[in-house]
């Protein structure tokens, strides 16, 4: 057929593309998705494999998943010193304002709140007549049964209050304020007593602290050690404000000395540790939905929300796993060795939740270090003001002035940190005849 030069050519004829390019593309996808997951499944079950073996080590270190047994035990009312304190607190809230479990310690009376502040600063000094005050203030009618009342509980062998750990860590602790601002409130009164020449009466009201203090190292969580640290060094400070004048003999000490050489940080600390595995860390594990894990991670901001998704979803099963393995190892390390360094997570691929939920710990270790050498340091101090010779030790010196007063002070911890080493402020204890 002729073509007409008049007409335009005719349009080349399209070519459709062949049906078995689209098979083989889909064919190749499906093999890359199979492919792809059968390494998420190698990866899972390797991830778990390494995970049953974590758990094997962190088991033989003696820590154990059961909530059961780590939360104390029942204790009788006749026993429990936290009865005797929730009702001494509840004389020094506004309107007697009772101690509610789990959700109030009540208000403290406003008479009372300036009070706080001058016993936090125990390091400032009160004249003679606003020292009067306070302690006809401490001492009114309408407080003073309180403080007969934790002479009472400091005598008693355990100090458990009503707490339902399963809820932890969306549980309230009232009575973390409730002895909080009785070590505050008390350890003043028990400076203001020694500068009112009733020695007697204050040896023993700071030994009554330091005994509440120890009895609430039951509980087996961070939170606790770390008020309990809080509590320990506001009696601590106002004892060295009284040891630096002669106002004890040796007699009035030996409670004090008793009750500080009864701690036993190591046994706390693994206490802490194994609490802290169990209540908090592998529950999280165990229901990551429950705790937001992504405000744990940081992530909550938007900062990577799509590796957030992938944490928490099915295909981030196996960085999951290797992570609560990381998380099992490196307590199993710090339980076997608590006064040792952390174990290093560096050879544990990302392990980012386990980073998270250990950081706290590590900053708790070194409050705990800090705490021991403060209280070797009383002990040492009240050695010297009983009339005896202190001596120095691996972490503290001892010096004599020209004057009789012993000074002892902390060395310089390689590694630590100025505002940490700053903490530890020297005792200077004049010579006792």
Same mark, same amino acid.
């Given at each position: 057929?002729?073509?007409?030069?008049?007409?335009?050519?005719?349009?080349? &004829?399209? +070519?459709?593309?062949? $049906?078995?390019?689209?098979?083989?593309?889909?064919?190749?996808?499906?093999?890359?998705?199979?492919?792809?997951?059968?390494?998420?499944?190698?990866?899972?079950?390797? &991830?778990?494999?390494?995970?049953?073996?974590?758990?094997?080590?962190?088991?033989?270190?003696?820590?154990?998943?059961?909530? &059961?047994?780590?939360?104390?035990?029942?204790?009788?009312?006749?026993?429990?010193?936290?009865?005797?304190?929730?009702?001494?607190?509840?004389?020094?809230?506004?309107?007697?304002?009772?101690?509610?479990?789990?959700?109030?310690?009540?208000?403290?009376?406003?008479?009372?709140?300036?009070?706080?502040?001058?016993?936090?600063?125990?390091?400032?000094?009160?004249?003679?007549?606003?020292?009067?005050?306070?302690?006809?203030?401490?001492?009114?009618?309408?407080? $003073?049964?309180?403080?007969?009342?934790? &002479?009472?509980?400091?005598?008693?062998?355990?100090?458990?209050?009503?707490?339902?750990?399963?809820?932890?860590?969306?549980?309230?602790?009232?009575?973390?304020?409730?002895?909080?601002?009785?070590?505050?409130?008390?350890?003043? $009164?028990? +400076?203001?007593?020694?500068?009112?020449?009733?020695?007697?009466?204050?040896?023993?009201?700071? @030994?009554?602290?330091?005994?509440?203090?120890?009895?609430?190292?039951?509980?087996?969580?961070?939170?606790?050690?770390?008020?309990?640290?809080?509590?320990?060094?506001?009696?601590?400070?106002?004892?060295?404000?009284?040891? #630096?004048?002669?106002?004890?003999?040796?007699?009035?000490?030996? $409670?004090?000395?008793?009750? =500080?050489?009864?701690?036993? +940080?190591?046994?706390?600390?693994?206490?802490?540790?194994?609490? #802290?595995?169990?209540?908090?860390?592998?529950?999280?594990?165990?229901?990551?939905?429950?705790?937001?894990?992504?405000?744990?991670?940081?992530?909550?901001?938007?900062?990577?929300?799509?590796?957030?998704?992938?944490?928490?979803?099915?295909?981030?099963? !196996?960085?999951?796993?290797?992570?609560? @393995?990381?998380?099992?190892?490196?307590?199993?390390?710090?339980?076997?060795?608590?006064?040792?360094?952390? !174990?290093? =997570?560096?050879?544990?691929?990302?392990?980012?939740?386990?980073?998270?939920?250990? +950081?706290?710990?590590?900053?708790?270790?070194?409050?705990?270090?800090?705490?021991? #050498?403060?209280?070797?340091?009383?002990?040492?101090?009240?050695?010297?003001?009983?009339?005896?010779?202190?001596?120095?030790?691996?972490?503290?010196?001892?010096?004599?002035? #020209?004057?009789?007063?012993?000074?002892?002070?902390?060395?310089?911890?390689?590694?630590?940190?100025?505002?940490?080493?700053?903490?530890?402020?020297?005792?200077?204890?004049?010579?006792? !005849?």
């Amino acid at each position: 057929m002729n073509h007409d030069p008049a007409m335009p050519p005719p349009a080349p &004829a399209v +070519r459709m593309p062949s $049906r078995r390019w689209w098979r083989r593309l889909a064919l190749g996808s499906a093999i890359t998705l199979v492919l792809l997951l059968c390494i998420h499944l190698i990866w899972y079950v390797t &991830a778990r494999a390494d995970l049953a073996q974590a758990r094997a080590v962190s088991a033989a270190a003696g820590l154990t998943e059961d909530p &059961a047994q780590v939360i104390p035990p029942p204790c009788a009312d006749a026993d429990n010193a936290a009865l005797c304190y929730q009702r001494a607190y509840g004389l020094l809230t506004l309107g007697g304002e009772p101690y509610v479990p789990g959700r109030s310690a009540g208000r403290l009376d406003p008479r009372l709140d300036g009070l706080l502040v001058i016993a936090q600063k125990a390091t400032e000094s009160l004249n003679v007549s606003d020292g009067a005050a306070a302690l006809a203030l401490l001492d009114h009618e309408d407080f $003073r049964r309180a403080w007969k009342l934790v &002479a009472e509980g400091a005598r008693l062998p355990r100090c458990r209050f009503d707490n339902d750990w399963s809820a932890w860590p969306a549980l309230s602790l009232p009575q973390l304020t409730l002895l909080y601002n009785f070590a505050k409130l008390g350890s003043l $009164r028990a +400076r203001l007593l020694a500068t009112q020449g009733r020695a007697q009466e204050a040896a023993d009201q700071f @030994a009554d602290l330091l005994w509440m203090a120890r009895q609430h190292c039951e509980e087996p969580i961070s939170l606790t050690l770390l008020i309990n640290q809080g509590m320990e060094s506001v009696v601590l400070d106002n004892l060295r404000q009284v040891l #630096e004048q002669p106002a004890f003999a040796a007699v009035d000490l030996q $409670r004090v000395q008793s009750a =500080l050489s009864a701690r036993q +940080r190591t046994a706390e600390w693994k206490r802490v540790l194994q609490g #802290e595995f169990t209540l908090f860390g592998c529950k999280v594990f165990h229901d990551p939905a429950a705790f937001q894990i992504d405000q744990l991670l940081g992530l909550s901001n938007g900062d990577s929300p799509a590796f957030w998704w992938f944490y928490a979803s099915w295909l981030g099963a !196996p960085l999951r796993a290797n992570d609560e @393995a990381a998380y099992h190892r490196w307590f199993a390390a710090k339980y076997h060795a608590p006064q040792s360094s952390s !174990p290093d =997570l560096a050879a544990n691929w990302w392990p980012a939740l386990t980073e998270t939920l250990v +950081r706290g710990l590590n900053l708790l270790h070194d409050a705990q270090d800090l705490a021991s #050498e403060r209280t070797d340091a009383a002990l040492l101090a009240l050695h010297a003001a009983s009339g005896g010779t202190p001596m120095s030790t691996a972490t503290l010196d001892v010096e004599r002035d #020209e004057k009789g007063v012993w000074i002892i002070s902390h060395k310089v911890k390689p590694g630590r940190k100025d505002n940490q080493q700053k903490k530890l402020q020297p005792w200077h204890i004049p010579s006792r !005849p």
